[in-house]
C-alpha cells in the first residue's frame, strides 16, 4: 500500500459514508476456548458495527459456547466452525484464537465459503509457505483479509507519516522498535508483540527488503538444540534475545531487539516502557507507544514533547476495533485493500523468518523474499 492510499483511505473507514443504510454485513465469529479463545475482543467488536449483525458462533467447547452465546446476546452457536460456515453462509468471518496453529484451515475454510471479508487475529500464520497458500486462495476469491494490528490502523499513524513526509523531525536516520520485554521476551515475544512494531514500521518505511540478525539463548547463539515448540502455537521456536537490522524500501534502516525479562521490573505488564517505536530525525523523534494513549508523540528540535493525536473517543475506537472493522466493510465496498492486509501479514512473517534465517547463516545478510518458504528453525 502506498502513502497517499494510506493517508486517503482512513478518514473512508472512519465514516464509512458508502454504506447504505439498510446495509447488514453478516457475521460469524470463530473462537477456541483454552486455545486462543477469541483473542482481543474479536467476538464483541461487531456490536459496535451498526452495519453488521452477528448471526453465529463458534467454539469447540460447549460450556463455553454457551457462555459466550449469552455474552454476545446473538446469533446460533455451533461447536464446528465448518458446520457454521457451509450453514450459514455469512459475509464476514471473524478468526479469534490466538493460538495461530489453527489460521491457515480456518482462513481456507472461510475463503472456501464464499465470505467477502474476514478479520483475523495476530499473528498472521506460522510460515510462509501457509501466507502464499492463503493469499493466493484470497485472492482467487476476492475475500478481503484484514489482521488485528490495531495500532495500524490508528489515526495518529497516518498523521506521523505526514508529519515525517512534511520533513517535522528533518532528515530521517533510523527507526528502532522493541517488544514488551517481558518473561516472552526474544523470539515469542517477536512473534506475539513485536508482529505490532513490525506492522508500524512497514507502514512509513515501506516493504523490507533485507534482514541481518542474531538470535540467542542464554547469551549465546541458539543451536539446533535450542529449538523447541513454542507456545500459542507458533511452531519451532528458540531464542530469548534478539537483534535485527532490516532494510526498507524507503532507505531508513529498521532495528528491532527482544530481551527477555529487559523492562522493568516495577512496570505494570500492559504499561511497559520499551514496547514501541521509535523514528528519529536530524531534527528531532516521534514516539510511538504500542496499545498506548496518547499512542505518537513528538518531539521536534527545542519545542516540548507533545502528542500527535489526543482524542479518547477515537482512543475507544481503535482499542475496541471498532475502526479496523469499519476499515474492512470499506475495504469490502470500494474493491480496495484494508489497511493492514494479507499482503503485510506476510511482510511481517516474512520479517520475523529472517530473522531465524539469518541467524541460520551465521548472522549473514538475507534479502528478500525470502527462497525458503518454511521455519528457517527447522533447518538449523
Partial sequence: MNRRHFLSALPAALAVSSLAADTKYRVAIIGHTGRGNFGHGLDTMWKAIP???????????????????????????????????????????????????????????????????????????????????????????????????????????????????????????????????????????????????????????????????GVYQGGKPVTKADVKEGDEGIGPLAGDEIHARFEMENGVPFFFDSIKDGRLKKAAYDDPASFGLQIFGNGGVIDLRMDQEPFAWIQAGKEPRKPVLADKDIAKKVSSHEISGLDLLDAIQQNRAPLCDAVQGRQITEMISSVFESHRLNGQRVTLPLKIRVNPLTLL
Fill in 51 to 213: 452495519a453488521t449483525e452477528i448471526i453465529a458462533i463458534a467454539d469447540a467447547d460447549a460450556a463455553d459456547l454457551q457462555a459466550e452465546l449469552k455474552k454476545i446476546g446473538a446469533g446460533k452457536g455451533f461447536s464446528d466452525y465448518h458446520s457454521m460456515l457451509a450453514g450459514t453462509k455469512p459475509d464476514i468471518v471473524a478468526i479469534g484464537p490466538r493460538h495461530i496453529d489453527q489460521h491457515r484451515d480456518m482462513l481456507l475454510a472461510a475463503i472456501q465459503n464464499g465470505v467477502k471479508g474476514i478479520y483475523i487475529e495476530k499473528p498472521f500464520l506460522r510460515s510462509l509457505a501457509e501466507c502464499d497458500e492463503v493469499i493466493a486462495a484470497a485472492a482467487k476469491s476476492g475475500t478481503k483479509i484484514a489482521i488485528a494490528h490495531r495500532n495500524r490502523y490508528h489515526p495518529a499513524l497516518a498523521m506521523v507519516a505526514k508529519l515525517i513526509g512534511e520533513g517535522a523531525i528533518g532528515r530521517v536516520l533510523e527507526i528502532r522498535g522493541r517488544g514488551k520485554e517481558d518473561p516472552r521476551g526474544g523470539s515469542l515475544d517477536m512473534w506475539v508483540l513485536g508482529s505490532h512494531v513490525m506492522g508500524c514500521a512497514i507502514a512509513l518505511a515501506g516493504a523490507p527488503l533485507a534482514c541481518t540478525a
